[in-house]
């Protein structure tokens, strides 16, 4: 199995420019994660999903960012218009959720977003 | 709210020491703790633990549970430079899908 697969790996980019970040979680996976990690504050969570379905979307900061997950196989997260605040890493994971899921998840090399 | 808090948040230590990484959690309906490294990439996953009382054990690391005064240690016995990493706690909690909400993370460093 490739494992979850992000890109892109970096990204550089202007303030006020539109980000786009896509993940493809591991086959058969039903639950899908993204996490920002900063030194400051460690790994958070923005949102999951489940089945498709987004569950908990509490930890996104603003309405500047989104999430969708048209397929099983693909997810995206969108940074619209981007901040300098918003350089970080941002991680996507996926794991098996259900009676013989285990909570262990996978997670994706990260795509490290710098805004200028 | 959810909260898992890890200590301490750094730790510098002499190859051969043994360290020992604390989390503890307050979380709505507990279903596991796990424990990651993270080394300059992505979390690698370490240990899942679920019954108090049970020593999970992988080489010179081994990780145990208290569900009772909710915490979980992370011992390092016989330390190397390449055990030199993020540690990362976090708690699963069973609402519909399996969230996994983070500890800070205790930076670990080992000097030769």
């Known amino acids: 199995d490739a494992g979850v697969i992000q890109s892109p790996r970096h990204e550089v980019t202007e303030m006020g420019q539109e980000v786009t970040l896509r993940c493809k979680p591991i086959?058969?996976?039903?639950?899908l994660f993204w996490y920002r990690q900063t030194m400051m504050r460690g790994l958070e969570l923005l949102i999951y999903?489940?089945?498709?379905?987004?569950?908990?979307d509490s930890g996104m900061p603003e309405d500047r960012f989104s999430a969708k997950m048209p397929n099983a196989s693909f997810s995206t997260l969108k940074i619209q218009p981007s901040e300098p605040r918003d350089s970080a890493v941002y991680f996507c994971?996926?794991?098996?959720?259900?009676?013989?899921?285990?909570?262990?998840?996978?997670f994706g090399e990260g795509s490290r977003l710098t805004v200028l | 709210e959810d909260k898992v808090v890890q200590s301490p948040l750094s730790l510098v230590v002499h190859e051969g020491d043994t360290v020992t990484l604390n989390c503890s959690y307050e979380?709505?309906?507990?279903?596991?703790l796990l424990w990651y490294k993270q080394e300059k990439k992505a979390p690698t996953f370490l240990f899942m633990l679920?019954?108090?009382?049970i020593e999970k054990k992988s080489g010179r690391l081994s990780s145990i549970l208290d569900k009772k005064e909710l915490f979980s240690i992370l011992n390092i016995t016989a330390t190397q430079t390449g055990d030199s990493a993020i540690y990362l706690c976090?708690?699963?909690?069973?609402?519909?899908?399996?969230?996994?909400?983070f500890g800070q993370g205790t930076r670990l460093t080992i000097n030769p």
């Open positions: 999903f489940n089945n498709n379905v987004p569950i908990d």
């Open positions: 679920t019954s108090s009382g």
């Open positions: 994971a996926s794991s098996f959720a259900g009676a013989r899921g285990t909570g262990e998840l996978f």
């Open positions: 976090a708690v699963v909690s069973s609402q519909g899908a399996q969230k996994l909400v």
């Open positions: 979380v709505t309906n507990f279903r596991s």
């Open positions: 086959s058969g996976h039903n639950s």
